[in-house]
């Protein structure tokens, strides 16, 4: 988990704590049921605020981070709620104490993210603050697998000299869920961008990309995306494909693509679509219509998501800004149409 410090605001009193304070957070992960109470607790190695004089006797907070967001301060003076911060939430301990905790009674689908609990304390004639290594709390429901896509680069993005493979996982719950890319049955981490899992009606959803120059991705003979949730795990491999430009001569007409579509791979139908909507829509109305014919026939499921940014790209560049990469774009169109929800 990463937590962002305000630097600027506590540089100048941030002293280095190596070997002084710890400040033991647990647990490091935590599923709890939604209206279920839980609590989060901090110890820390040496009494908070300074004992002499009292100064700071309460100088203990918990923070809350969400993916992609700052932290945001939820409880200070260890009891103390932050504005904002529902009456469900309440900090225990004492003051100058070590032993601390946050309690969350009915906890609420907003109440998921990573906890971070501070100390202040008075080492060496010197303040020091020091955070917790944080309690990343999820909400337990349901395990749903996702629906996972593998989208391989468009043809024009190869010519470029690069390509993009595209894993895409949706609707799945609980949220936790990890991806990992093998080329040739090894893991590789260069090249991948994962991005931040995101809640939908208590179902999430995350996408993964990896980047490998033209020389590799001809050069490999197969590549995979392995999506990991709870105890299950399941991988997807994605093979370069060509087109099915036979089968699609046969049926090249609008009237015949009713009587057809029973004998022709979902591949095939969707390239039909894709000609018969190319002849009878303005190019504003493309994008849209074609997503929505694509779903209310069945065939915009992971089986077919392979052809879809290459396909989509060559025959309806007007779909795309001016250099916009058509994998990414195509990602973002699925994920926020919630289009990719079929089980595997």
């Not at 990343?136 to 680069?153: E, N, Q, W, Y």
Request: a neutral charge; hydrophobic letters at 35%.
């Amino acid at each position: 988990m990463t937590f962002i410090i305000l630097i600027l605001i506590l540089g100048m009193y941030f002293q280095d704590s190596a070997g002084q304070v710890t400040v033991i957070q647990t647990p490091t992960e935590k599923h709890v049921q939604n209206g279920q109470t839980v609590a989060l607790t901090c110890k820390t190695s040496s009494a908070i605020g300074r004992q002499s004089d009292g100064a700071c006797k309460n100088c203990f907070s918990w923070y809350l981070q969400k993916p992609g967001e700052a932290p945001k301060l939820v409880v200070y003076y260890i009891n103390t709620l932050h504005t904002g911060t529902p009456s469900r939430f309440r900090g225990n301990g004492a003051d100058h104490g070590t032993d601390f905790s946050l309690t969350i009674s009915g906890v609420q689908t907003e109440d998921t993210g990573d906890y971070y609990c501070m100390a202040i304390n008075w080492i060496s004639n010197s303040w020091v603050w020091t955070f917790g290594g944080g309690t990343k709390l999820l909400l337990a429901g349901p395990t749903l697998k996702p629906s996972v896509s593998l989208l391989p680069p468009s043809s024009l993005q190869i010519s470029g000299g690069s390509a993009a493979l595209l894993c895409l996982l949706s609707s799945y719950s609980p949220q936790g869920a990890q991806v990992s890319w093998t080329l040739d049955g090894s893991e590789v981490t260069e090249g991948v961008v994962t991005s931040a899992e995101s809640e939908q009606n208590g179902r999430y959803s995350r996408s993964s990309v990896l980047t490998l120059s033209k020389a590799r991705w001809e050069a490999e003979r197969s590549m995979s995306a392995k999506r990991s949730l709870a105890s299950n795990e399941e991988t997807r491999s994605g093979r370069r494909v060509g087109g099915s430009s036979e089968d699609l001569e046969k049926c090249n007409t609008a009237a015949a693509l009713d009587s057809c579509e029973s004998c022709l791979t979902q591949d095939t139908q969707i390239r039909l679509i894709f000609r018969r909507e190319q002849r009878s829509l303005e190019k504003h109305q493309h994008c849209e219509r074609l997503t929505e014919t694509l779903v209310e026939r069945g065939l915009m499921r992971s089986s077919s998501m392979c052809y879809f940014a290459d396909i989509l790209l060559s025959l309806f560049p007007a779909c795309f800004a001016e250099g916009q990469d058509a994998t990414a774009a195509v990602a973002a169109v699925l994920l926020a149409s919630a289009l990719v929800t079929t089980p595997r």
